[in-house]
């Protein structure tokens, strides 16, 4: 007999309440041994062996408290699976198991698989996370198509492609002309090796967004013409480019967490953070930032400038957000330095001289000669840098 969704819960957490938080393990008809201290425990409908083994569905606890996760779904296509297979296994799913709260589709080349009506799109997700390992370059480009998730369209509220592989290339995947348009719900969009200037997204889920992350070779010169007025954290890991498009953040008024992590970046254009007054966390960590303009920051921002390539603080840039901390009550600005190769020059006679305080501000500093920037004797600057 087959449960409808809500029994089946039912008698999972009646199970859970007793033999899961004992030390012992289930077995499934399948003889796949379940350990109880996962908390995840297989379902029942669809049936395990009709999508065994590309799929694995289960019902997930928390560990600590025994609270209830939701259904989980998780695929590994590999190379040699068909597509009358593939959409075998997807048949398995109607209006009484089709509900996850996460799908996860993993690795595989993907060659046959296309997102669509017969896919994922017979699902009603809330989170949607496939990882595409393309290395034939020879095969089509993994395909989504408007009805990649045609079920999910007012619950769905993350989508993540992501690839292991850091040379997967940019044109070996995209969103289907309409197969953002009608999430209504969408919050959370992580996309690897995506061209925005050529697939811009639409404005329902402009407004919606409240997370964003680009990763890899990302196209972004025409993302600061659209704005975003619910974002709050904007992510780019790995991006190629040696700088960022001057207005990036100018249409983002709610922009509290800005990350810049591993990337080409050298310089940070003058007046970058001018419209970012709301943002209060800047990680800018392992890059190769040579320059970067700070004027503009909000005064208790949190700048994690470590393990870049800065050799000057010069006064023109630095100058304004320290005056800004120094002299705004409560402010706590600070920016991280450890690992940039500081000079400790006349440039920072400003700093070290005028504006003593703001060394507080500059945690992790050290010059290049081993110093630290706050034991740099202020009395020989002067007689060294006369004219600063």
Not at 1 to 20: G, H, I, N, R
Not at 211 to 235: H, I, R, W
């Amino acid at each position: 007999m087959v449960l409808p969704d809500y029994l089946e819960v039912l008698l999972l957490v009646c199970l859970c309440s007793t033999t899961l938080a004992s030390n012992i393990q289930i077995k499934s008809d399948q003889n796949i041994v379940l350990d109880v201290k996962s908390k995840d425990v297989q379902c029942a409908n669809p049936s395990p062996e009709a999508i065994y083994p590309a799929c694995f569905c289960s019902h997930r606890f928390d560990y600590e408290t025994d609270e209830y996760l939701g259904r989980f779904l998780y695929c590994d296509f590999w190379i040699y699976d068909e597509p009358e297979l593939i959409h075998e296994i997807f048949s398995q799913f109607n209006e009484t198991n089709n509900k996850f709260y996460e799908v996860f589709i993993s690795k595989a080349y993907l060659t046959n698989f296309v997102f669509d009506e017969n896919t994922t799109g017979k699902l009603i997700m809330e989170k949607f996370i496939v990882s595409v390992d393309m290395y034939i370059q020879n095969d089509p480009p993994v395909q989504f198509k408007e009805t990649a998730f045609e079920n999910s369209n007012s619950v769905l509220g993350a989508i993540s492609v992501n690839s292991p592989d850091p040379y997967f290339p940019m044109n070996y995947w995209n969103f289907g002309q309409g197969t953002l348009d009608n999430l209504k719900n969408l919050n959370h969009l992580e996309l690897f090796n995506y061209n925005y200037d050529t697939e811009p997204f639409p404005p329902s889920v402009l407004f919606t967004l409240q997370d964003l992350s680009f990763k890899g070779d990302t196209q972004l010169s025409s993302f600061s013409y659209v704005a975003m007025p619910n974002l709050k954290n904007l992510n780019l890991y790995y991006y190629l480019g040696s700088s960022l498009p001057p207005y990036m953040l100018y249409n983002l008024p709610g922009l509290e967490t800005f990350m810049l992590w591993y990337s080409g970046v050298e310089t940070i254009p003058d007046g970058f953070f001018t419209y970012a007054t709301s943002c209060e966390k800047l990680m800018l960590f392992g890059n190769f930032i040579n320059y970067i303009d700070l004027g503009g920051l909000n005064p208790s921002a949190w700048v994690d400038l470590r393990y870049n390539q800065i050799n000057k603080l010069q006064e023109k840039n630095f100058r304004p957000f320290v005056e800004n901390v120094l002299y705004t009550s409560n402010a706590n600005g600070t920016v991280l330095l450890d690992r940039n190769p500081l000079e400790c020059s006349c440039d920072i006679k400003w700093l070290v001289v005028d504006l003593r305080d703001g060394l507080q501000i500059f945690q992790g500093a050290q010059c290049a000669d081993g110093r630290a920037l706050a034991d740099v004797d202020p009395v020989l600057l002067e007689i060294e840098c006369p004219d600063f």
